[in-house]
């Protein structure tokens, strides 16, 4: 680890990748984001703050996408490490990444392909969330085919998507008198800060030990079933909820009556929060390591402290 | 206007899509939206709510998407009106709607392409903004040499992105003790509910006043320079704050100086609070209609009434 790689992040203004790209900056790294301009025009104050962020921080940006190969090739040359944190609907496009990374001749010494949610290898999901984690598996095999040194990161649950409404889909806040769980509410999920994300996944890209493994974010603090989660925050707001169980029947049934792309959402949360694929296997040495016992300094938001965001 | 028209909404999960498709439902029509499923999958929770409002509200979601011709040809051939509110990096490949619509056969009564900002036709934009609004108005000419009917939502600038900082640009919130300001801050400018915007928009649909012509949305209430707009909200609390004033040739060397996409996002801030062209012309018949003359009936949110949310 004598300098830090310098590191290019695609789809650098989603929803966690302006997360890395942030603490790529704040690291240290040489840090640069693939945007493309014509994406600035909607919604462009909102834009200008997001790009303004990065320029204050020291990300340089870079004009392209994943479609124009020039500007991926050429900004694939200037790093050492590539990071993609694009979204579901061209994951199976960064096919062009990998081409692009073997054909650019540059000594790429890790390239983090688009995970960023639980373990797709090792998942129960159902149908359609079963083929929306294939296309991430796909990937998996394609980066391990070429020979691109990689590490997927398995972050498990974003906890500003989770913890707004108390872990429950479909509702805007927090629980006022019901709280809707799936299935026992005692499986274990992991909620992680989506900046911790970011930290953690830079982390990963120099250090030997995540070569050709998964990262997994299991931070102790943040690994609760449904039924603590909301137990700890009656307790921070001195009241009770009704617990309203969803059967797993009852969830399966739900999936199998939703039309496309609700049953999709379904079949994701089932995976989560009724087969419990974010923590029912242990990490063995030979294929992942966890994230808060490589890098101990990293002080975590825990999700007690997430919610006091909330009180 | 014997029964009101099925409305198919591309891009419906979008920013403005969202309020038009509820706005459609809500004014009874059967509408129904294009949805990829894939993009369900990134944040689940957020896009579960979405969607569970989309069929709280009645809206029948169809798998596709403008790149999937067979399911833009289907959903065409449901519906009498089709509404784009494709984001930037979409708009050229309307022409993918404009040639389905034709070769459907299916008797489309109004088509309104993806707009829903100043008129593209009469803006003083410079480059880089004068290039990306020359998208839209290629767009404009393709359908006008197509034959369809259509209507263009001039709906200019959205409450939601200009309001909550003031009409400040790469802020997070409202000013405390500094306001910047481009220009000489009395250039008037158009500020629109999002939900409002949907309403008109979706008004306009049956509407023989508004065929073939642009629907200027400038609710007099919501018309404001942006010296006033302060002096409103310093008002509101009790509070002056310092007016720190850009000049456009400032405004301009910063365009130039600034790489993609920054330049692009000042570019369209000095269109709009410079230039401005949201409001630098009259409407006149042979072009343009305004939506709250045409509809006196909607309880549009003016301005005062939007930032009284933020006290």
Redesign the interface.
């Known amino acids: 680890m004598a300098s830090k790689s310098k590191i290019l992040v695609i789809g650098a203004t ?2 966690i990748g302006k997360h890395i790209a942030l603490a790529s900056a704040r690291e240290g790294h040489s840090t640069f984001a693939l ?15 997001l ?2 962020d990065f ?1 204050a921080a020291g990300v340089t ?1 870079l ?1 392209g996408d994943l479609y124009d190969r020039a500007s991926l090739v050429s900004a694939i040359k200037q790093v050492d490490v590539v990071i993609s944190a694009v ?3 061209q ?1 199976k496009d960064q096919t062009k990444i990998i081409d692009a990374i073997k054909d650019s001749g540059a000594h790429i010494k890790r390239f983090l392909p688009s995970e960023f949610t639980l373990d797709v290898d090792r998942s129960n999901a159902v149908e ?2 079963k083929s ?1 984690f294939a ?1 991430k598996v796909q990937i998996r095999r394609a980066v391990e085919a070429s020979g691109i040194p990689y590490t997927y990161v398995s972050s498990n649950g ?1 906890a500003g ?2 913890l707004p ?1 108390l872990g429950q ?4 806040g927090l629980p006022t008198d019901k709280v809707v769980i799936l299935g026992d509410g005692n499986v274990k999920v992991v909620f992680v800060d989506e900046d911790d994300i970011g930290t953690y996944t830079v982390k990963a890209v120099d250090d030997p030990r995540t070569l050709n493994k998964v990262l997994y974010l299991r931070p102790p603090n943040n690994i609760l079933s449904h039924n603590e989660l909301v137990s700890v925050w009656e307790k921070k707001v001195g009241k009770t909820f009704e617990r309203v169980y969803v059967s797993e029947e009852e969830a399966l049934k739900k999936i199998q009556e939703s ?4 049953n ?3 079949a ?2 089932h995976s989560v929060s009724i087969k419990g694929d974010e923590t029912n296997f242990e990490i063995e040495p030979s294929f992942g390591v966890e994230a808060s016992e490589l890098y101990p300094d990293v002080k975590y938001t825990s999700v007690d402290e997430y919610l006091n965001r909330f009180l």
Chains 1, 2 share one sequence.
Not at 35 to 49: G, I, M, N, T, Y
Not at 169 to 172: K, R
Not at 259 to 262: A, V
Request: hydrophobic residues 50%; aromatic residues 8%.
């Open positions: 989603g929803y945007v493309r301009a014509a994406a600035a025009a909607d919604q462009p104050l909102a834009k200008a703050k790009l303004q320029q940006l004009d979204g579901q609907s994951l359609p969330a929306a296309l974003f998507q989770w409404t889909a479909g509702v805007t039309s496309d792309p609700l999709l959402i379904y994701i949360l």
